[in-house]
């Protein structure tokens, strides 16, 4: 299986550490939004899309990178890393996802986890989560990504 990892990771290297985790287990290479071929894309039989979470939602340069994709492509997933937990008011993939689905992947399913966060309030307290992502987050991003090698229905 060829599995390509768009990884946009700009603060701290959260998204990075986790796409990196992932890529182990995927055998896959990992490119930034700048870096990525949407013809290398469109050959892979996986692709992970993957970012901080800024305001809710995924950088922005990841989703107008997404936004610029021909549709008609193939299996996909999304994951996140965040300073704040999810809600079931505020899914980070959730914006992604229904994008990439709107351009023909089928997405497989969306991984996040918590991670050292620096945004404005936190940074008078020298930010939150200052050790995650941790190892128990990177072994379950390698678990996450082993599913998505080795099943071939959606994974959550």
Known sequence: MKAVIVC????????RRVADAMAEVLDAKVLGPDEADPAELAEADLVGFGSGVFYAKPHPRLT????ALPAGQGRAFVFATSGLPETPLTRFARPLVRLLESK???????FT??????????KVAGGINKHRPNDADLAAAREFAARLRDVRGPVS
């Open 8 to 15: 946009h990771s700009v603060s701290h290297g959260n998204t």
């Open 64 to 67: 107008e990178f997404a936004r």
């Open 104 to 110: 023909g992947f089928h997405v497989d399913g969306s």
């Open 113 to 122: 986890c918590r991670a050292f966060d620096t945004w404005a309030p936190f």
